[in-house]
C-alpha cells in the first residue's frame, strides 16, 4: 500500500508502503524510481515484528525520513528512520512508552532536527489516545515530547513549523467540539506549549487530514465532513486567521464519499487540494 510519494530535484519519487517479508511481519519498504516508472532503488527496513511507514518527506541534506510505528511485543512505538539519498539506512529511532505510539507527520525543522505528529495511549491519566508531538535534534535523539487532548481519542496526522518558530498541528479529536468528531488544530510555541487549539465541524463526523500556512499568516486546513456538504463524507476546506479563528469554510463533493489528502496555497493567493471521489469519474474511486 502506497501511503506517501514525493518528487525530489531529479524527478524521481520515494514511495512508503508496506511489504510483507517472508520471516516476519511487514515492514517499512521504499523505492525511488523515475517517471518512467523505473525502479532504481527499492530498500525495506524493520525487525521481525510488524512495522509501518506513514509518511516521507525529503531532508536537506537530500536524504528521507521516514515516520510510522514499530511493533515491540504486543505495542506499537513510535518509529523514525533516515535514509541518504541514495535510499540507504542511515539510523532509526523509537519513542514511546508502555503502550502505543504512532508517528503519522514529520518535518524537517530550522535547526536540522526534526518535528513528529501522531497519537499516544497515555499509561495513566485521560484520554484512551492522545495527540503526540515528539520534537528531536538532527540525529534523531528526542528533545522534548508534549501530548494534548482529552477524555477520548484524539489524533495529530500533520504538523509543521510555523514562521514564528513555534508549531502548528491539524487532526482529529472525539473529546471536545460540536460532534462525534471534529477537525482539530493546535498550536504551541517552540517548546511545544500550547498557545490555542481550535475545533471545526458539525454534529457528526469531521477531521482534519493537513494544514499549511498561509501568506497572511492564517491557515489553511483540508479534511472531510460528514456534517456539512452534499452527502456522504465531503472535502472540507477551513481558513482560519493566525489566532485560529474560522474565518471561512467550503465543501466540495457528490452524494457519495469525497475527501481531501493535501493543500497548498498558490501563487494567486487561491489554494489546489488534491484527494479522492467516489462521486464523480469513472471508478469506484478516483482522483
Known sequence: MCTKMIFNKYKFFMVCMLAMLFWGGPDVSTARAALDWTVHVERTVGNKQTDRGFFIQPTNDGGYIIVGETQSGQDYDLYLVKLSAKGYFQWHKTFGGSKNERGYSVRQTGDGGYIIAGNTQPVFGRGDYNVYLVKTDASGRQQWNREFGGTSEDTGTCVLQTSDGGYIIAGTTNSTGAGASDAYLIKTDAAGKKEWEKTFGGKETDSATVVRQTSDG????????????????????????????????????????DTAASVEQTSDGGYIVVGQTSSFGIGNNDI
Do not use: H, M, P, R
Open 218 to 257: 492564517g491557515f489553511i486546513v483540508a479534511g472531510q465532513t460528514y456534517s456539512f456538504g452534499a452527502g456522504g463524507y465531503d472535502v472540507y476546506l477551513v481558513k482560519t486567521d493566525a489566532s485560529g479563528n474560522e474565518t471561512w469554510t467550503q465543501t466540495f463533493g457528490g452524494v457519495n464519499w
